[in-house]
Every structure is written in structure tokens, then in C-alpha cells.
């Protein structure tokens, strides 16, 4: 099982730049040794597949002859079907030649744009039609009566993996719950919803899940009912577990032993250790990883207490992973006299070793407090430095399982941590940019700039120079996020950055940018001029502009945002949604499209 998972996840987690880059790779040693394509034996024909989306295979191979048209059937590549950025005259084409006629042989499908969520599965019934499906992911799904298509994944005796996530409220998410657990086969289950969920699993059934990923809002008070119909779990992570003092809990079920449930993460808010510790101690019995995120509840970091648990009520635990932010209340102690109980020999004889790194400077109440040592986390949020005072281990390391770094504060020259497999990175709001070229130079430090993929900045004042500059730095670089305010200053000095982006301007491979900030139609064409290979653009517009932009992106005449075929407009009115169909009609810009209003946006596929 966990084999199959872990290739389930890399699976998802290959991106198309990669398989690009590899391809490349392949194409370069081909044309160095002259080969014709038709001259490849079908071995390395098919190593190339591996690095393609089932659609380029489709577009480049598939009409060429017979014999590539066998390759491809025979491949296995058919099989597995992920439909993630793709404008909507090539899905209808996919749709038809690919989806259709290989329906009943597929076993992973995996569906990332809500519109062809809702396409495919128009009618619920349909999905009965895959009858090989064993893994199906839905990414962004909109549809208020989603609950009627978990009716007949019952009939799918396949189906153990199943990973969904939901773009706005959904009325019926109890029902899916419920739906979820009558699943007989399902192994494997993740899910990610907006709403704040209130149930207490008391009329549920005992599920065969294994692996359970709740990415939303849970009852800490359900954590119990939840567990007891979990029988088989082995893995059980929850995003957030609250707290509601007005909420009235129900009936409790009889608690079970889960001798199998081997790892355990959770992220708290205001939820007490007293209530915590009697779960550790009903149903933790088994478990040998434990990771934690806690929010301003320093009860947590009582180590003599955490000590007596694992000693107690957690003997097979490996991996103790806590990570507690906020401040001490405690007048009679300080951060560093806290933490400094978890450098005792228990400690450091079992390899748990600690640090913090404060949160703002002149405080030493204040800061996170969280665990190195023998774990692996993706997500590494990076505040100011480590105290050099503080007697805890705190050595130079390489975070090698970090994949997004996030940056809170400055950097610093000397920065001990280095992330050498980071390939995603978060600028924070707090970050100070001098004028020295010192962020940029120790980023350097930090990280492999040439491996990221995405970069969002969230500070508002970042100069554009400084992104040209990390723009030279990142090649790979697929996915931006920044504020319009950074482009305040193009207007003035247009000749200036239009020097500075030369060594950009044909070798930045950007296809989904988003800014926030309200944009002006000549941001917008600036924006066009720079990442002219966009297919996905997230943009806030005032309402007046709404038109202008949209006839701008959407025009037959220039023709400069060809590759662009889905626009989100965000913060704006469900007034606009039918203003801009009236324009699309007037000026005639699309033939063929598709526009929701969700989430207070809108959504315009072409």
C-alpha cells in the first residue's frame, strides 16, 4: 500500500515543465546523432512517452502511422489521464479522441479545471462508464450537488484512491462525508473544503479507509467519533482542528484500539492539551510518527509532561514533529526558559532536538518554537534568525525533504539553513528589500534559484527590478505571483526596464501569472508584452475597466496574448458575468467558451 501511494504521489506532484526539460534532453542527444524518429526503437519511443502529457502524445504521435498509433495503445499511456492546463478547443478534441473511446481502460484520472470537471461529469452516472478507475483526483470542483456523483462511485469495485477539493460552499458536504465512508474499497482519501464543517460521526459507518487528508475545518469534539470509525487507518492528517466553546458535543462512541495507525499529523486552534492528551491516550497507542502545529496555547511546550506521554502512552513513537507559534503569557517565564526543558538527555538520547527563531525582533516572549532532527517536512517558513545565545542545537543544515520555502523576515549573509531540493518559494510581507542587492545575494544562499517553479510574492512594495532580476536568476520558472504596485513605476521609466528585460523577454517559460491589486489596461499590456507565453492570467480589475481589459485580452487583431485561454477576474461583481457575454457577443471575440462566478470571481475558458 504504501508503494502504491508514494507513486500515486509522484505521480501528481511531476509537473509539465520537467517532463519538458527531460524531453529536451532526449531531442538534443537524438538530433546530435542525426537519428531519424521513425528509426527509434520502440524502448526509447516509449521512455519519451513517460515525459509527455497523454495530449502531446496525441497531438505529436498518434496520427503520424499505424505504428506509432499501436505504440501509444499499447503503452499503457492511455491508462492514466491528467487534464490540467489545456484551452477548451483542444479538451473538446481530447474529450472525443482520447477521453471517450478509452473511458473503460483508464485507472487514474485526474481533473484540475473546474470546468472540465463539470463537462465530463454533466451527468453523475457517467462515471460508471471507467470501470478499471482506481485513482481519480478532482482539483476545484464547483458543482452545490456534487453529492449525487458519489452515488454511484459505489458500483466501482476498482476505486481505492480518491482525492477532491471544493472551490466554494457546498451545502451537502455532511452528505459526502457520509458517502465517502460507504466506499468499500477506498484505501486512500483526501479532501480540501471552505466551509466550516460540523459533524459528529455518529450514524457513520466503519470505513476501510487508510489514509485519511482533511484539508479543512473539523470539530476538535468529532476527533473521537472520527477515529472510532476509522478501524484500519494508518495515516490521519487534519488540517485544522478548532475549538468551539458554544458548540454542544454529542454522544461519544465507544473508543477502538487502532493498532495500525503508524503516523498522526494535526494543526490545532484552541484546542486545550488536557482534551488532546486524553485522544493520545484512547487511540495513539500504535503510533511512531507525530507531527503538530500548534497556535498560542504554551501548555504545549510543558516537555516533562510530553516526556511522561511517550514514555507512557506512546512507547513506539520514532518522529516527534511539534511546531508552536505565538507568545508566553506567563509572566514568571520567558521563551528561551520554556523551550530550553526539551534539551534534557530524553531528548537528545532519542535525536528530538529543538530551536525557535523569533517572530519580531525586540520581543523574546514571542516566536516558534518547532523540531529539526530526523523528520521530513516540505513547507519551511523562515522568520528572523536563530538566537546565538540559546544553548539548543542549531548547527548549519540542509533541509533536503523542504520543497516551498517561505520567507517572513529579512535574510541574512549567513544564514545556516540551505534548502537544496526547494523549487517553490513565498516572499512574505514582512520581508525588507535594500537597495544593496543583498535579499537577491543571500537567496542565493539559501536556495537553487534555477530549480524553482513558482515564486509569489506577497510584499507589496517590490521594486521590478528586483523581480527582472529574479526572473534572470529562475529559467524554470512557470508560475508568478506579485502586486500591481510593482508596475507603478514602469510608466516613467519604460525605456529603462524595457533595456533590463531583454534577456527575458524570449526565455522566461511564465504560462500562469497572478496579480493582485487592481490593474490598469496599460499594466495589462505591459504584462502581455513581458510574459507573452501566458495561458493563465488572475488579475483584479475596477468594474469600469472590466470591459476595455477583457476586449484588450481577448482581441482577434493583435494577437498578442495567443496562448492565453483562461482568464480569472478576482473581487469583482456576479453583475460583470453577464456584461462581459454581451461584449463577447458584440465584439465577436470568442466562437466557443465557458464563464462561471465563483467565489466572488470570474472564471472565463476559452
Known amino acids: 500500500m504504501q508503494r502504491t501511494k508514494r507513486q500515486e504521489n509522484d505521480m501528481v506532484q511531476i509537473s509539465n515543465s520537467n517532463k519538458k526539460q ?7 542527444t537524438i538530433n546530435s546523432n542525426k537519428y531519424c524518429l521513425e528509426d527509434l526503437a520502440n524502448e526509447i519511443l516509449y521512455e519519451i512517452f513517460e515525459y509527455l502529457d497523454v495530449y502531446d ?14 505504440l501509444a495503445i499499447n503503452s499503457n499511456i492511455l491508462t492514466k489521464i491528467n487534464i490540467s492546463t489545456i484551452s477548451k478547443s483542444n479538451f473538446e478534441d481530447y474529450y472525443y479522441n482520447i477521453l471517450i473511446p478509452n473511458q473503460s481502460q483508464i485507472n487514474f484520472l485526474r481533473l484540475s479545471n473546474p470546468f472540465v470537471v463539470k463537462i465530463i461529469f454533466s451527468q453523475p452516472h457517467l462515471i460508471l462508464n471507467f470501470i478499471r478507475l482506481q485513482t481519480i483526483i478532482l482539483d476545484n470542483v464547483l458543482d452545490r450537488n456534487f453529492h449525487k456523483f458519489f452515488d454511484y462511485l459505489l458500483y466501482l469495485t476498482t476505486l481505492h484512491a480518491i482525492t477532491i477539493s471544493f472551490v466554494q460552499h457546498i451545502s451537502s458536504l455532511d452528505i459526502i462525508f457520509s458517502q465517502i465512508f460507504r466506499l468499500s474499497t477506498l484505501k486512500y482519501c483526501k479532501i480540501e473544503y471552505q466551509q466550516f464543517l460540523l459533524i459528529d460521526f455518529i450514524n457513520y459507518e466503519s470505513s476501510s479507509i487508510e489514509y485519511l487528508i482533511i484539508d479543512g475545518h473539523l470539530l476538535f469534539s468529532a476527533l473521537h467519533n472520527l477515529l472510532c470509525c476509522l478501524p484500519k487507518l494508518q495515516h490521519l492528517s487534519i488540517n485544522y482542528l478548532d475549538k468551539i466553546d458554544y458548540y454542544e458535543e454529542s454522544n461519544k462512541l465507544s473508543s477502538i484500539q487502532l493498532k495500525y495507525l503508524k503516523h498522526v499529523s494535526l494543526k490545532f486552534d484552541q484546542v486545550p492539551f488536557d482534551e488532546f492528551e486524553k485522544i493520545i491516550k484512547e487511540f495513539f497507542r500504535h503510533i511512531q510518527i507525530l507531527r503538530l502545529t500548534i497556535v498560542y496555547d504554551e501548555t504545549y511546550l510543558d516537555a516533562k509532561r510530553w516526556q511522561e506521554l511517550i514514555l507512557f502512552h506512546m512507547s513506539y513513537l520514532r518522529i516527534f514533529y511539534i511546531n508552536h507559534q505565538g507568545n508566553v503569557s506567563n509572566n514568571n ?4 526558559g520554556i523551550i530550553n526543558q526539551f534539551n534534557s538527555s530524553f531528548w537528545n538520547e532519542n535525536k528530538w532536538f529543538f530551536t525557535y527563531q523569533h517572530q519580531w525582533k525586540y520581543r523574546i516572549d514571542t516566536g516558534i518554537f518547532y523540531s529539526t532532527g530526523p523528520y521530513r517536512r516540505k513547507y519551511y517558513m523562515y522568520y528572523m534568525e536563530i538566537d546565538e545565545k540559546l544553548g539548543l542545537h542549531h548547527q548549519r543544515e540542509n533541509f533536503k525533504s523542504v520543497k516551498h520555502l517561505y520567507i517572513e523576515h529579512k535574510t ?6 540551505y534548502f537544496s531540493n526547494v523549487n517553490q518559494l513565498t516572499i512574505g510581507y514582512d520581508v525588507e528589500i535594500l537597495d544593496d542587492n543583498s535579499f537577491i545575494t543571500n537567496l542565493k544562499c539559501m536556495i537553487p534559484l534555477k530549480q524553482l517553479t513558482k515564486l509569489v510574492i506577497n510584499i507589496r512594495r517590490f521594486p521590478f527590478e528586483e523581480i527582472i532580476k529574479l526572473l534572470c536568476l529562475t529559467p524554470n520558472l512557470h508560475t508568478l505571483k506579485f502586486d500591481e504596485y510593482s508596475l507603478q513605476e514602469i510608466n516613467s521609466n519604460f525605456t529603462k526596464y524595457n533595456i533590463l528585460l531583454q534577456d527575458i523577454l524570449k526565455k522566461n517559460k511564465i504560462e500562469n501569472l497572478v496579480l493582485t491589486g487592481r490593474c490598469s489596461l496599460n499594466q495589462i499590456r505591459f504584462i502581455i508584452y513581458v510574459f507573452s507565453k501566458l495561458k493563465y492570467l488572475k488579475i483584479e480589475i475596477t468594474g469600469r475597466k472590466i470591459s476595455s481589459i477583457v476586449q484588450y485580452l481577448l482581441s482577434k487583431t493583435h494577437n498578442q496574448a495567443q496562448h492565453l485561454f483562461y482568464l480569472c477576474i478576482s473581487c469583482t461583481e456576479e453583475v460583470y458575468l453577464e456584461k462581459i457575454k454581451d461584449l463577447i457577443k458584440l465584439k465577436n471575440l470568442l466562437d466557443s467558451y465557458s464563464i462561471e462566478y465563483i467565489n466572488y470571481s470570474l472564471h472565463l475558458w476559452w
Open 22 to 28: 527531460k524531453l529536451e534532453n532526449q531531442i538534443t
Open 57 to 70: 502524445i496525441y497531438k505529436g504521435f498518434y496520427n503520424l502511422n499505424n505504428r506509432f498509433q499501436n
Open 333 to 336: 517565564l520567558t521563551y528561551h
Open 412 to 417: 541574512k549573509s549567513n544564514c545556516r539553513n
